[in-house]
């Protein structure tokens, strides 16, 4: 059993974290209020740290560490969230390295010459569109459809909420793996997960207004009559919810490790304050109203962060070893990370705020900021706080807890 991380895997963490203290932390408030969105140099950046293939083989442009992509991944996100806390940057980065994985393990030959390369180099933004109007939680129940004709798959339907609108449609270019309904009958064995290009003919969108995350866009893609090319399609026709599960093992994974990044940036500004601020005679940091709760904080983030290294580090094994553990082992693991990560982020971020009195409400700090954009995943994003529980009460006390099976 090894709990450090290698020297390689140390050097790599130390170089991300070089680059956004002095690329990215800067930039952060400009990053969430400006409406141009994340600037292409810091994509750039990132794309020549080899940060944006990491999940990618070389093959196809990547810099993917053979059988370590997720751990690698893990340590990036949260080094990236640790100096950009609106969030914008994290997820845009972590939806691309998760739903890459996917791509690289399920999609065709063609697909991942055209859209890999694209991705690893930062000229393509790669999203996933499941959610619709009528709900994210329930994907079994989802409407937007396709049928095969002419050999292509035509897409009609809604998705919503959906990060990456804008990025793909206007900024810059890509796509949102798409699920949609192939078989009506089949309920969620008969759904595909396809490759979906933003510019495709016959998509319309919407921007929304978010509370926070200003620099990635969210939005609503229409489909009306989208032709897909049939090597757009992952994996198998009417396999989709099963693949589509499977790409949220590790997105769910790197969301976790954006809130343990922001959580423990958060921490250590509450922790400067407190060593700093003199009360009643005294640095804060001696009342133990304040350091017993930083404490507690402390051993929570750290708690999270080992148990994210076990999740990456079982997700790694099962792809280098197929068959050294299930899926629903690690959609256990995954499910504790997200049902932790994104409440104790913002608990944290809270207690910091408090730590800094009236100056913790200002824009001076970037808190407030930070607060807004780990929100996004305590109400939802990447499946609610209820669905994790779910999952965890289906492997821990049995099928029997499962409330759609009878
Ligand atoms: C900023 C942001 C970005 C997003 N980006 C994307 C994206 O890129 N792609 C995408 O597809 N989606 C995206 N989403 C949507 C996200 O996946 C959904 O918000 C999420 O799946 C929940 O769906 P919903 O919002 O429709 O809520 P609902 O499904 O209506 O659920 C509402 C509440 O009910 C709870 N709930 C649901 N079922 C149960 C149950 N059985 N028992 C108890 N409680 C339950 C949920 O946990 C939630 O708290 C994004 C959301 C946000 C906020």
């Known amino acids: 059993m090894e709990f450090r991380l290698s020297a390689e895997q140390e050097l790599f963490k130390r170089t991300v974290r070089e680059f956004c203290e002095k690329n990215i932390a800067p930039i952060a408030r400009e990053i969430d209020e400006k409406e141009q969105g994340i600037p292409d140099a810091i994509i750039e950046g990132l794309a020549e740290l080899g940060v944006l293939g990491i999940t990618i083989p070389a093959a196809y442009g990547g810099t993917a560490p053979e059988g370590e992509e997720i751990t690698y991944a893990n340590l990036a996100v949260q080094e990236i969230a640790r100096a950009e806390l609106s969030m914008s940057l994290p997820v845009y980065v972590l939806l691309q390295l998760g739903w890459a994985t996917l791509v690289v393990k399920h999609g065709t030959e063609e697909l991942k010459k055209e859209l890999l390369p694209k991705v690893a180099s930062g000229k393509w933004f790669l999203g996933i569109a499941t959610t619709e109007p009528a709900g994210g939680s329930d994907i079994a129940n989802i409407k937007t459809s396709a ?23 206007e900024q810059r270019d890509g796509g949102h793996l798409t699920l949609f309904r192939t078989d009506p009958k089949a309920g969620h064995r008969g759904m595909t997960f396809a490759y979906v290009p933003g510019r495709a003919k016959g998509i319309t969108s919407t921007l929304f207004d978010d509370l926070g995350r200003g620099g990635l866009s969210t939005g ?20 989709g919810f099963y693949l589509n599960m499977e790409g949220f093992d590790v997105a769910r994974t790197l969301v976790s490790a954006a809130c343990a990044g922001a959580a423990e940036k958060a921490l250590e500004i509450g922790r400067e304050h407190v060593k700093q601020r003199v009360l009643f005679g005294k640095p804060l940091a001696k009342f133990e109203g304040i350091s017993f709760e930083i404490a507690q904080d402390w051993s929570r983030v750290f708690q999270l962060k080992l148990l994210l290294q076990y999740a990456a580090w079982l997700i790694d094994t099962f792809y280098r070893e197929p068959g050294s553990c299930t899926h629903r082992d690690i959609s256990q693991a995954v499910s504790m990370c997200k049902l932790e990560a994104p409440m104790l982020a913002v608990e944290v ?22 607060l807004r ?14 669905i994790q529980k779910l999952i965890i ?8 807890a499962v409330p759609y099976r009878d």
């Open 393 to 400: 009460a289906r492997e821990y006390i049995g099928d029997v």
């Open 220 to 239: 609503g893609l229409r489909y009306k009559d989208v032709e897909i090319p049939m090597h757009y399609v992952l994996g198998e026709v009417n396999r």
């Open 373 to 386: 954009g780990v929100m996004s995943y305590v109400v939802g994003a990447e499946g609610g706080a209820n």
């Open 349 to 370: 971020i809270k207690h910091a705020m408090m730590y800094m009195g009236a100056q913790g409400y200002t824009k001076d700090v970037p808190l407030g900021m930070a």
């Open 147 to 169: 049928e095969q004709k002419n050999g292509k798959l035509v897409i009609n339907g809604e998705k919503v909420f959906i990060s990456g609108v804008r990025e793909t449609r």
